[in-house]
């Protein structure tokens, strides 16, 4: 449960950067801002397919503790860009 509530919050994160981005690139471009916004967002959730089979990039690790939460969690941040 732990996991998908951090995960909502890296996501609710993630959308506002997206929306951001597309509001400028939309100046640049003239493109759709909400599509440019969801395509941004998919390819970011995309990184998540192996959440709990790859392990950290800088430890190797599968799961860490989060003290946040007293619980195990897998490597959750992936970067917007």
């Known amino acids: 449960m732990q996991v998908f509530l951090k995960l909502t919050v890296l ?3 993630a ?3 997206f929306r951001q981005e597309a509001a400028a690139m939309q100046l640049l471009t003239g493109c759709s801002q909400d599509a440019w916004t969801l395509e941004g967002l998919l390819l970011w959730l995309s990184c998540y397919n192996d959440l709990f089979s790859k392990g950290c990039s800088v430890s190797g690790r599968l799961l860490v503790w989060d003290a946040s ?3 195990m969690l897998p490597p959750l941040l992936r970067p917007f860009t």
């Open 11 to 13: 996501a609710n994160m």
């Open 69 to 71: 939460t007293g619980t």
């Open 15 to 17: 959308l506002r950067h």
